[in-house]
């Protein structure tokens, strides 16, 4: 599966964006996805999942009660919406998909278990 990120750009503090993930090929619904990002001289760090079914998410405790993933599935497409942005959102975020069974509940929040990364979207906040 190939994966395309977009959404980023250029917001102040307290903005929201909401960051796609479009994917070609297979369906979704054999894929979980994540989101991570890395900022500038920072380590990859997980942000969210979101699992094959769809029915179960995860999220980094930095960023809970302000982002949530969410997928449509006829669209291929997983999205990451962020509310009340902060400075330290800013970052390359990346998209990333990893195979498993057809409706699998599970998530996956180590960059290693997946195997599929889009090109990554930039994210910047101003203070």
């Known amino acids: 599966v190939q994966l395309q990120a977009s959404g980023g750009g250029l917001v102040q503090a307290g903005d929201s964006l909401r960051l796609s993930c479009a994917a070609s090929?297979?369906?979704?619904?054999?894929?979980?996805a994540g989101w991570f990002r890395q900022a500038p001289g920072k380590e990859r760090e997980f942000v969210a999942a979101?699992?094959?079914?769809?029915?179960?998410?995860d999220y980094a405790d930095s960023v809970k009660g302000r982002f949530t993933v969410s997928g449509d599935d006829a669209k291929k497409t997983v999205y990451l919406q962020m509310n009340s942005l902060r400075p330290e959102d800013t970052a390359v975020y990346y998209c990333?998909?990893?195979?498993?069974?057809?409706?699998?509940?599970?998530?996956?929040?180590?960059?290693?278990?997946?195997?599929?990364w889009g090109q990554g979207t930039e994210v910047t906040v101003s203070s």
């Open positions: 090929g297979r369906t979704f619904r054999t894929y979980a």
């Open positions: 979101i699992s094959a079914s769809g029915g179960s998410t």
């Open positions: 990333a998909a990893v195979r498993t069974v057809y409706g699998s509940p599970y998530t996956y929040t180590g960059g290693n278990n997946y195997n599929f």
